[in-house]
Each structure stands twice: as structure tokens, then as C-alpha cells.
């Protein structure tokens, strides 16, 4: 296994500065490693030029159209949309899970491993087209959903239920005993 030469790792900063990723560093480590780590210093110098090379060829990107002005292509707005529903799924993930580290921040490597345990395609987040995103967003908002009902209903201390008697009356009753399941 090589190590990122020192150059590498400066344009690593680098990249993650220019695009405000500095806060998510540790995730995108992670996501370039496949979970195998999330310190810079112990990716491979391979896992690091990959993170180069993708960045800097969407940057060539709008190098390459003669310094016209920036018009978003279909290919922008998938690539905005498809981050906007990863977003998505890490908020479900976060709410329906609590799936937060304990300075309140996403717990990446649980959902990235949440995806692929769950995911109709059992692959990475990032690994995801955009059509593909489509799906696993709906099948997220269901198991979030379906999640967090299940929460209340598991929380609910008290099954009470008020009825009125016929001169308007409210009588309240505890039906607790009928709530649960008995063999």
C-alpha cells in the first residue's frame, strides 16, 4: 500500500477548501477509502488521486467552454439534484434512526452502511445515478416513515380513551390491558 505523497495530500486540501468540504473530510475519506479508514495520512496514494482526478475533471469541465459564462447542463442539474437526495436520505436516516454522532453531527459511517444494508441496490450512497437516487429516496421516506410511527406507538405510555356519556359528559378510560398483545 502506497501513501499519498505530500503534494497529494496539499491538493486534497486544497480541492476540499475551494469547495467548501473542509467540515466533511472525515466522510468523504471514508467514501473514498470504502470504509476502510477517515485520516487523509492513511489513504492510498491510488484512493487519493482518485479524489483528485474527479474534482479536477469537473473542473476542466467548465474550463473547456471558452470562458463563456456558466449555464448549468442536464448533467449539472442531475449532479445538484442527486446531491440534494443524498441530503434527503441522510436526514431521513438521521431522524428516523438517530443516526447522530454525539456532537450532533450525521453519523456517516452508520448511514453509509444503513444504504447499503437497505438500499433496493445494496451499494454505496455515492455509488447511486441519479435515476437510481429516485427510487432509494421513496424506499427511504417509507422505512422513515414506517420508522417513526412505529416510535410512537411504542412510546405511548398511556392508551386512554375519552368518550361522552349521554348528558355530555366526558368519561375517560385506560385501555392499556386491551393494547397488549396476550397469548
Known amino acids: 500500500m502506497n501513501s499519498p505523497n505530500n503534494t497529494q495530500i496539499r491538493i486534497f486540501n486544497s480541492i476540499l477548501n ?3 468540504l473542509r467540515d466533511n473530510k472525515k466522510e468523504i475519506v471514508f467514501e473514498y477509502t470504502e470504509g476502510r479508514t477517515e485520516s487523509t495520512k492513511e489513504m492510498t496514494s491510488d484512493e487519493i488521486q482518485k479524489f483528485i482526478d474527479f474534482h479536477n475533471q469537473t473542473s476542466n469541465i467548465s474550463q473547456k467552454r471558452n470562458a463563456r459564462p ?3 447542463t442536464a ?3 442531475e449532479q445538484q439534484e442527486g446531491n440534494n437526495m ?7 436516516c438521521r431522524e428516523a434512526f438517530d443516526m447522530n454522532t454525539d456532537d450532533g453531527k450525521a453519523d456517516m459511517k452508520r448511514i453509509y452502511s444503513c444504504v ?3 438500499g433496493y441496490l445494496k451499494k454505496g450512497l ?18 422513515g416513515e ?8 411504542k412510546n405511548r405510555k398511556d392508551w386512554k380513551v375519552s368518550v361522552f356519556d349521554d348528558d355530555g359528559n366526558e368519561i375517560e378510560f ?3 390491558e386491551f393494547m397488549t398483545k396476550t397469548n
Open 70 to 72: 456558466f449555464r448549468k
Open 146 to 153: 414506517s420508522t417513526l410511527k412505529a416510535k410512537a406507538r
Open 86 to 92: 443524498r441530503r434527503m436520505i441522510i436526514g431521513i
Open 18 to 20: 475551494r469547495k467548501n
Open 174 to 176: 385506560d385501555v392499556t
Open 75 to 77: 448533467f449539472d442539474y
Open 116 to 118: 447499503e444494508k437497505l
Open 126 to 143: 455515492n455509488s447511486y445515478t441519479y435515476k437510481e437516487l429516485t427510487t432509494l429516496v421513496t424506499q427511504f421516506e417509507r422505512i
